[in-house]
């Protein structure tokens, strides 16, 4: 299922074993909006690079269990921007 990575979190705790939370979103049929999942990763499982706003595709087995979270998409958290000229520039270019 392909979903948003919204953010992202490393848990230490003191008795358990370390993992990390994946703050997720993906469209939902009946959900105005979109439905939000958090991910829980145990430590040692392959993760791609984590960048927050960026397209995952996470693959389960029939349990649920995941299987494996590749990237789908670069970000687009912050896309380029087209470049603009300030009213000075301009009226210094007349």
Same mark, same amino acid.
């Given at each position: #299922?392909? #979903?948003?990575? $919204?953010? /992202?979190? +490393?848990?230490?705790?003191?008795?358990? &074993?370390?993992?990390? @939370?994946? *703050?997720?979103? /993906?469209?939902? *049929?009946?959900? $105005?909006?979109? &439905? =939000? $999942?958090?991910? /829980? =990763? %145990?430590?040692?499982?392959?993760?791609? !690079?984590?960048?927050?706003?960026? #397209?995952?595709? =996470?693959?389960?087995?029939? @349990?649920? /269990?995941?299987? %494996?979270?590749? $990237? =789908?998409?670069?970000?687009? %958290? @912050? !896309?380029?921007? !087209?470049?603009? +000229?300030?009213?000075?520039? &301009?009226?210094?270019?007349?």
């Amino acid at each position: #299922m392909k #979903m948003l990575l $919204e953010g /992202y979190q +490393r848990i230490t705790p003191k008795t358990k &074993a370390p993992f990390t @939370n994946l *703050h997720t979103s /993906y469209p939902k *049929h009946g959900v $105005e909006g979109k &439905a =939000v $999942e958090s991910i /829980y =990763v %145990a430590d040692g499982f392959p993760l791609p !690079p984590l960048v927050v706003g960026s #397209m995952i595709d =996470v693959d389960r087995d029939g @349990n649920g /269990y995941l299987i %494996a979270i590749t $990237e =789908v998409a670069p970000s687009f %958290a @912050n !896309p380029p921007q !087209p470049a603009t +000229r300030s009213v000075r520039q &301009a009226a210094q270019d007349k």
